[in-house]
């Protein structure tokens, strides 16, 4: 699954699978791959950006898991941190 947000241009990594640190590491590479292919679209293309978007994703991720009607895991996972990367790269 992409995960697609209202705002900005996410980039197109699938999260769907990620697990393990190893599904992590490509989601990361994959991210990489996206923004030197589309710079230009993404929302969060630099650092500083992107950290502040990163940060204001955590801060908001357990309101999104509700308007989902899912809960936020009590631990987190390998597959959580690349939903907030990923989200990252898109938030506004």
Excluded at 2 to 29: C, K, M, Q
Excluded at 47 to 75: C, H, T
Aim: aromatic residues 8%.
């Amino acid at each position: 699954m992409v995960w697609v947000y209202a705002t900005g241009r996410p980039a197109n990594v699938d999260i769907s699978e990620v697990t393990t640190r190893e599904d992590a590491v490509r989601v990361v590479a994959a991210m990489v791959q996206d923004l030197r292919e589309h710079p230009d679209e993404w929302e969060n293309p630099t650092l500083d950006r992107f950290l502040e978007a990163l940060a204001a994703s955590m801060e908001g991720i357990e309101s999104g898991y509700r308007n989902r009607g899912e809960e936020l895991p009590a631990q987190p996972t390998w597959a959580l941190l690349a939903e907030l990367l990923i989200m990252a790269t898109g938030y506004e």
